[in-house]
């Protein structure tokens, strides 16, 4: 395989291409939809998120693509790096639909795929091969993300697929948020992807270990890489799209005036990040007028949790405003033995204070406005209109009193 100078694999190149992970592949310049580089690439069509060989109807799909863009804040597909485990949510994306009934059939095939994976390895065979891509700037390129199997290492069933609920303009209607493992296959040959639509996908010389691993015994071995990254910059850390600054514009403004509320805002927000999180309560202003709260983070066993507690500062600033090394110290020095720390701010953390943390080892969840933004939307709070309902929980009694 050639790449051009940008190493970009040219679209001539497509259909005889290996797949390998986090390689761009160029799309075509006529201008028109034979440009998709996906359907140069793979036999599943040139539209959609979900693209597939064969017919989930019909439970004879034999290869699997699911495509995304990035760009659909209400729907934040996302790939975690770290753990292998890439988040996607399913094609009944409006009112009107029943939860399978999709043009695409999509969130059939996630239905069936899931099923089967829980079953023998027989029936695991049945499940196609998952191919991820994503949207590359510019023009129509693509990137390569990884193979795909349902579910994950210490995933409940409820956790790998669950049909969550949605409204838009008032109506209600529920869509799937599916839970893949990337598996740690660093290249897929062509000689694989051509057995795989020929039906052989499990009984091919080409196959990758790891994908005949997880058939014959539901083993998962996820691609693994840490972020190298420990200190994210201003860009990082605030919503790159209008939408995401308009959603904590209203934060903001809804607690003008009474920024020491925003604590009881704040820890509901960790709580979205952070379900485990069991009794937290916001404690009395102190000195310097900040506020802080106290809660437990829970571990364990159901039948025998432990609590870890924790101390948790908000701050409710302007995008322009950071949180500094002031602001960050003041909570370092409240954390005691076996406690962790919490910050949350509708802003971003100032280089300095960032970086201090995280040299010196504090035990600290650093959050900020695009991680809000982001816990929003993945809990179904992904424009305005829910946010403002959401925020209405906070209104001082007097407000809501008529």
Not at 50 to 65: D, H, I, M, N, Q
Not at 139 to 147: A, C, D, P, T
Not at 217 to 236: F, M, Q, W
Not at 334 to 350: A, D, K, M, P
């Amino acid at each position: 395989m050639v790449t051009s100078g940008d190493g970009v694999v040219p679209f001539g190149q497509l259909a005889d291409a290996d797949l390998i992970v986090d390689q761009v592949y160029a799309g075509g310049q006529s201008g028109t939809m034979a440009d998709d580089p996906l359907a140069r690439l793979l036999p599943v069509g040139n539209q959609g998120g979900f693209r597939y060989a064969g017919s989930p109807a019909k439970g004879t799909v034999r290869l699997g693509v699911l495509y995304t863009t990035g760009g659909e804040p209400d729907w934040p597909d996302t790939l975690d790096p770290q753990t292998g485990l890439f988040t996607y949510y399913g094609d009944n994306r409006s009112p009107g639909h029943e939860l399978h009934d999709t043009r695409r059939r999509g969130n059939v095939l996630l239905r069936d795929s899931f099923d089967w994976s829980h079953e023998s390895a027989e029936a695991r065979r049945r499940v196609p091969p998952f191919l991820l891509f994503e949207k590359s700037a510019p023009g129509r390129r693509i990137m390569f993300r990884g193979l795909l199997v349902p579910g994950g290492p210490g995933l409940s069933s409820d956790d790998e697929l669950q049909a969550i609920w949605r409204s838009t303009r008032g109506q209600r209607f529920q869509n799937y948020r599916a839970r893949f493992t990337v598996l740690d296959v660093s290249r897929i040959e062509r000689q694989w992807i051509n057995d795989v639509l020929d039906g052989r996908a499990a009984d091919s010389p080409h196959v990758p270990a790891a994908w005949a691993a997880w058939i014959e015994g539901r083993k998962y071995s996820p691609l693994l890489a840490p972020s190298t990254t420990v200190v994210r910059t201003r860009a990082e850390q605030m919503p790159a799209d209008p939408a995401g600054l308009a959603i904590l514009a209203e934060i903001r403004e809804t607690f003008r005036d009474r920024e020491h509320d925003f604590e009881h805002c704040a820890v509901e927000l960790w709580r979205l990040i952070a379900p485990a999180t069991g009794n937290c309560e916001v404690t009395q202003r102190s000195r310097d007028g900040g506020r802080d709260a106290i809660g437990e983070y829970v571990i364990g066993p159901s039948s025998d949790p432990i609590a870890i507690e924790f101390a948790l500062e908000a701050k409710c600033y302007s995008d322009t405003n950071s949180v500094g090394v002031r602001e960050v110290s003041r909570l370092i020095s409240r954390l005691r033995h076996r406690q962790f720390g919490v910050f949350v701010t509708t802003s971003y953390f100032h280089y300095q204070a960032y970086g201090e943390v995280r040299s010196d080892g504090h035990p600290i969840a650093l959050i900020s406005g695009r991680d809000i933004v982001e816990a929003l939307r993945a809990a179904g709070y992904g424009d305005l209109a829910s946010v403002q309902r959401w925020l209405k929980q906070f209104e001082p009694a007097s407000a809501s009193t008529p």
